[in-house]
């Protein structure tokens, strides 16, 4: 964080003024070791070679990728060996980790009722916390850096909401203030997780490892495929993400009008 100490103006070829102040806060990283393995029978890499470890050593990838996604959203924190995820909250006094609770409901509704739900969800991820828990003086920068992430069974029906069909007859979906919208499984059903890109420390220490050994289960007659990679996260704060609950209201009434004309 820079704070300006002192800043003004000068007659030309005066001296160099405008003394800054840089403050540091130190934060506590313990990297976790992220593990996967995959036994694969010998016989099995002996009909087909090549295609089966290209295989196995994609799914242990996907698998790793996988892990790192549950952790940084829903991870329950270091005292379970886990990233503390956005999904959770942290007790400045106790370091517990807990589920956030719900900042309040969305509907998602068009026109001023969504314009109003996304300006209160937007000026919340913008109430920075001190270190003492506190909303700090100064509010967060927060505009084209919010992320809203939906469970799969729930993105459309906000999208549907979202959409209307332009004068050219070609259908937009769009919300206010423009949140960038991603999906994950590990948002509950009927829960929205909006987060501020750049206030999760998620620190990554190399890249997957992949190992093979043929050795290690001789009597089973398999090789094992061993991946792992070192990872950890967690927000720089309890406001920087926030979640709430749905209220979608995805029934559709249609009104029919009749006109009769009579000779």
Request: hydrophobic share 35%; aromatic share 8%; glycine share 8%.
């Amino acid at each position: 964080m820079i704070q300006v100490v002192k800043q003004y103006g000068g007659p030309l070829f005066d001296e160099i003024k405008g003394q800054l102040n840089a403050t540091f806060r130190k934060e506590k990283i313990e990297q976790l070791k992220l593990t996967a393995f995959v036994p694969i029978a010998k016989d099995m890499l002996k009909l087909g070679p090549a295609w089966v470890e290209r295989y196995v050593r994609t799914i242990i990838s996907e698998a790793m990728k996988a892990g790192l996604e549950r952790g940084y959203v829903a991870g329950n924190g270091m005292n379970q060996n886990e990233p503390t995820g956005l999904l959770k909250s942290v007790n400045k006094d106790t370091g517990a980790v807990t589920d956030k609770a719900s900042a309040g409901k969305l509907t998602f509704e068009p026109g001023r009722t969504t314009i109003n739900e996304m300006r209160d969800v937007v000026k919340k991820l913008a109430e920075k916390l001190d270190k003492d828990g506190n909303v700090a003086d100064r509010p967060r920068k927060v505009a084209g850096k919010i992320v809203m992430v939906t469970n799969p069974f729930d993105t459309f029906d906000i999208q549907a909401n979202a959409t209307i069909q332009n004068a050219n007859g070609t259908y937009v979906t769009n919300l206010p203030f423009n949140p960038t919208m991603t999906e994950s499984v590990f948002v509950p059903e009927g829960k929205v997780l909006f987060f501020v890109r750049g206030e999760y420390i998620a620190a990554v220490g190399g890249g997957i490892e992949t190992n093979r050994y043929r050795e290690t289960l001789a009597l089973e007659d398999a090789d094992v495929f061993i991946a792992k990679r070192f990872a950890t996260g967690k927000p720089k704060d309890n406001n920087a993400a926030q979640v709430y609950d749905l209220d979608i209201d995805t029934t559709t009434t249609t009104s029919t009008t009749s006109t009769t004309t009579s000779a």
